[in-house]
């Protein structure tokens, strides 16, 4: 039987390879030309993993000492939250200018190593791919819309915003700017010229999502920003490792409110120097 350790180093790779984008952000090592699948077959290959390490944990040796007793805890946790996430659909209508698709595979390009012309030509690569991982998001957000799972129009309008932005004007926009760094590094013509159509394609990839998230999408999205009991607990659960009482916790939340402006609404008695002098 496999030891707690070792799922747990096995997960961190098999994630790293089925999402680039977050192990840029872990800083652990992954093809550097890829990006990560945001299409509903991407999250349907993670899903799978996930359920796998699950079931490996249920069936791993007993922890050897207290680290690895911790350690499957907070792995069960995390991987049962982002099950829950995925399960409830929330990945169908993940729109977001800080954590979304789009900002997390622009984001991957300053994380990246800049400093050889060998850096860059993974660095083409991965311009390269960025058309298809905007399609395989779209797809999702398209699959969310016909689910009934829209989500809030003022986050699509913001999304559009922000990519319409890097897009630019045919440029290549952000991804034009970016690639000029490559003649610092060594670059030769041919690498360069690879690079600008790369970012030309990549900042077009863009922009055509900005557009059908203002022309298509916010048409359909919902008017609430809200998320609903249902939907925070999903995401409670991957974020905190627990199953919130909603109501205890926005009890809790509130009284602690009220006292604090209790006290700021109470006059400051005097320090004992004041009260002397």
């Known amino acids: 039987m496999p030891t707690v350790t070792e799922i747990s180093s096995r997960y961190i790779d098999e994630v790293a390879a089925l999402d680039p984008a977050r192990a840029e952000r872990w800083g652990v090592a992954s093809d550097p030309t890829r990006l990560t699948d945001y299409s509903p ?5 993670l899903r799978a993993l996930l359920q796998r390490t699950l079931d490996a944990l249920s069936a791993a040796e007993p922890p050897r000492d207290e680290a690895e007793r911790l350690g499957a805890g907070f792995l069960a946790d995390w991987i049962g939250g982002e099950m829950g996430v995925i399960d409830a659909g929330e990945r169908e209508r993940g729109l977001s200018n800080i954590v979304g698709a789009p900002a997390s595979i ?3 390009f300053d994380l990246m190593d800049h400093s050889t012309p060998e850096a860059w030509e993974h660095i083409a690569a991965r311009l390269r791919a960025v058309p298809a ?8 957000l398209e699959r969310g819309l016909a689910n009934g799972r829209p989500a809030a129009r003022r986050q699509a309008l913001v999304v559009s915003e922000q990519c319409a932005t890097w897009a630019g004007n045919g440029d290549g926009g952000w991804f034009g700017g970016f690639v000029t760094g490559a003649a610092g590094a060594g670059a030769d013509a041919g690498l360069r010229e690879s690079l600008a159509a790369a970012a030309r394609d990549a ?9 059908w998230l203002s022309d ?32 205890e916790a ?3 939340g509130w009284e602690r409110r009220r006292r604090r402006s209790a006290r700021r609404s109470c006059p400051v008695p005097p320090s004992s120097k004041s009260a002397n002098s």
């Open 216 to 247: 298509v999408y916010a048409p359909q999205a919902s008017e609430t920003d809200a998320s609903g009991d249902e939907r925070y607990q999903a995401w409670a659960r991957l974020l905190l490792g627990t199953d919130l009482d909603l109501d």
């Open 41 to 45: 077959a991407g999250y349907g290959e």
């Open 203 to 211: 900042g077009n990839a863009y922009g055509l999502l900005s557009t």
């Open 133 to 140: 991982a905007m399609d395989g998001y779209r797809t999702t």
């Open 106 to 108: 622009r984001s991957v």
């Open 250 to 252: 926005y009890a809790w």
